[in-house]
């Protein structure tokens, strides 16, 4: 079954304006598409093609210049549908000088929370981003990575439906941007609706169910990341090692097959499964160092 959207964007247009009214810039130009319930959706995109400014108009933050957008039901411009919405700006705009828990404390005064629940709350929130041991500690103090997971944790303060992340994974080292894309799957496991913005491609690649590549503000490409990715004239195969002469043979069949072996070889792994492994394998085994052979190739 078709599932519903939670996000329906019909034609919508966004010309900023300078202070005397006058056309600026054309940040969105007539841009369509529907986010559906349950899916982790990423807008992708160059510096400046419109991706905030989308984000933006979904909260009801700025005003369409043209088009439709609705959002849980609701038309954006209702600010009450907000309640069900988690944002994590681009920029942190927390308070410097409270620590974690006081930060979840306010805002969980903006939704109403009473005492109790805002303490259940900002414990389970501190656990899940994984700031256990920075609790007590003043953002200030906080470094990058710190600070984005505890804007997730804000974000999920009042346990939204739908949750919008600008840029979630924006100054993370692999290991942190690895730790917030599976707090992105989990909260897609949770069922909830998740859109998020970023030009690091493969992190969209890696959490993202469909996503919609926008340029100078007009949507280029739509759809699911497999179907966008998948090279429909070449099929892979992986087997186990193969001998050269189990090689001729393969080419033999595929011949048959009016097919051509078009590459063969060892496959390698990501720079970022490496760097994960080594990092991990640093922790099992402290003290270890890597002590060069001389036979590395330069
Ligand atoms: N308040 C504003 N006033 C005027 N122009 C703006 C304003 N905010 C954004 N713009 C312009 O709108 C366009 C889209 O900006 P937007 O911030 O949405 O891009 P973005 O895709 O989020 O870029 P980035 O990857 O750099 O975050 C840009 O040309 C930008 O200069
Ligand atoms: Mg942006």
């Known amino acids: 079954m078709e599932k519903q959207p939670v996000i329906q964007i019909k034609n919508l247009t ?13 940040a969105l130009n007539s841009l369509s598409l529907e986010v559906k319930k349950g899916e982790v959706f990423g807008l992708l995109g160059p510096n400046g093609s419109g991706k905030t400014t ?13 088009g439709e957008i609705n959002v849980l039901g609701k ?17 942190s705009y927390l308070y410097r000088f409270l620590n ?55 974000a999920l303060i009042n346990d939204p439906d739908l949750v919008l992340l600008d840029e979630p994974t924006s100054g993370l080292d692999p290991l942190g941007s690895r730790d917030m894309k599976d707090l ?3 909260l897609r496991d949770e069922g909830k609706s998740v859109v998020m913005c970023s030009h690091l491609l493969a992190d969209v690649q890696d959490v993202c169910d469909r996503i919609a590549i926008l340029y100078a503000g007009e949507l280029k490409e739509l759809g699911s990341v497999e179907d966008l990715l998948k090279e429909q004239h070449e099929t892979e195969l992986l087997t186990s090692k193969l001998s050269p002469e189990a090689v001729i043979d393969i080419e033999a069949v595929l011949a048959k097959h009016n097919a051509k072996l078009l590459r063969h070889g060892h496959p390698t792994n ?11 394998k640093s922790q ?15």
């Open 75 to 91: 038309p954006a411009s209702d600010v009450s549908k907000n309640e069900w919405i988690g944002y994590l700006p681009e920029e």
């Open 284 to 298: 099992e085994r402290p003290g270890q160092r890597y002590v060069p052979t001389g036979s590395e190739k330069t």
């Open 100 to 154: 974690a828990e006081e930060t979840l404390d306010f805002y969980g005064r903006l939704f109403d929370m009473s005492a109790q629940q805002r303490k259940e709350r900002a414990n389970q929130l501190i656990e899940k981003v994984g700031l256990q041991n920075a609790r007590k500690r003043q953002l200030k103090e906080y470094s990058k990575g710190m600070t984005r997971r505890i804007g997730l944790a804000q």
């Open 184 to 186: 992105i799957v989990k």
């Open 14 to 26: 966004k010309i900023y304006r300078d202070f005397w009214g006058r056309k600026k810039v054309r």
């Open 54 to 66: 989308t984000m933006k108009l979904l909260l009801g933050l700025l005003f369409p210049t043209e």
């Open 270 to 280: 990501s720079l970022e499964d490496l760097f994960l492994k080594t990092v991990q």
